[in-house]
Each structure stands twice: as C-alpha cells, then as structure tokens.
C-alpha cells in the first residue's frame, strides 16, 4: 500500500505542469504532493470558513447590538474584528496550501474563492482599522 501511495506521489510530481501551477506551487512553497492532504485540505476549509462566520456574526450582529447596551463595547469592536480577521487569512492560506499540497482538482476554483474571501477581508480589515484610529 505504501508503496502504491509513493508511486502515485511520485508520477503526480513528474507529470508536466503548466506555468500557472508551477508559480502558484512556488508561491506557496508546495513542492510535492500528499494523498493524506485532500482529507485535511477539506478540514481547513471548514475551519476558515467557520472562523469567518463567527468574524461575520460579531462584526454584524452582535456588535451593533451590543454597543448601544455597553458603551465600551464600541472599543472593543475594532480590536476583535482586526484579530478575527487576522486569523480568518492565516487559516485561508492553510486551506489553499493545503488543497495544492494535496493536487486537488478543484485548487484552482477554490483558489479564487479564496482570492475574492481575502478581499473581503481586506476590506473590513481596513474598516476596522479605520474606525480604530478614529476611536483613538
């Protein structure tokens, strides 16, 4: 079994690979492919998916109904959605490493939802910013 599992790695690493995949591999520091990674690329997908649910949920809900309750909550609103989004983006990029680790044939696709999640963030991350330096 070992040895079927190292012969797949193996042609899977020797197979001819476009330029696209050759750069995302360097920009990702994949260099070969794990059979064992599929079933933890999914697993980091929930997980980063999750966490930005919860980013979402606090950031949308909770918070702007919490902060005419308690007054200090608009303080720390900013901090936990910068820290929320920090770790929504370390867990994508675990994700998307993950499903190229592994040479899953959705990486592409995922890759760009990915690319479009990180802009989101991107953008409640400056929000989030912003509204702390102003606070400050």
């Given at each position: 079994?070992a040895?079927?599992?190292?012969?797949a790695?193996?042609t899977?690493?020797?197979?001819?690979?476009?330029a696209?995949?050759?750069?995302?591999r360097?920009?990702?520091?994949?260099n070969?492919?794990?059979t064992?990674?599929?079933?933890d690329?999914?697993?980091?997908?929930?997980?980063?998916?999750?966490?930005s649910?919860?980013?979402c949920?606090i950031?949308?809900?909770?918070?702007?109904?919490?902060?005419?309750?308690?007054?200090?909550a608009g303080?720390?609103?900013?901090?936990?959605?910068?820290a929320?989004?920090?770790?929504?983006?370390?867990?994508?990029?675990?994700?998307v490493?993950?499903?190229?680790?592994s040479d899953?044939?959705?990486?592409?696709?995922?890759t760009?939802?990915?690319?479009?999640v990180?802009?989101?963030?991107?953008v409640?991350?400056?929000?989030?910013?912003a509204?702390?330096?102003?606070?400050a």
């Open positions: 079994m040895v079927e599992t190292a012969a790695v193996q899977s690493d020797t197979r001819e690979r476009s696209a995949d050759r750069f995302m360097r920009l990702l520091r994949v070969a492919t794990d064992k990674a599929i079933g690329a999914h697993k980091a997908f929930r997980y980063s998916l999750v966490i649910g919860i980013r949920l950031s949308y809900v909770l918070i702007p109904i919490l902060v005419p309750v308690l007054a200090f303080v720390l609103a900013a901090p936990i959605g910068i929320l989004c920090v770790i929504a983006v370390v867990n994508g990029i675990v994700s490493r993950r499903f190229w680790i899953h044939r959705s990486r592409w696709m995922y760009w939802f990915m690319a479009i990180f802009a989101i963030l991107a409640a991350l400056y929000a989030d910013i509204r702390w330096v102003a606070g």
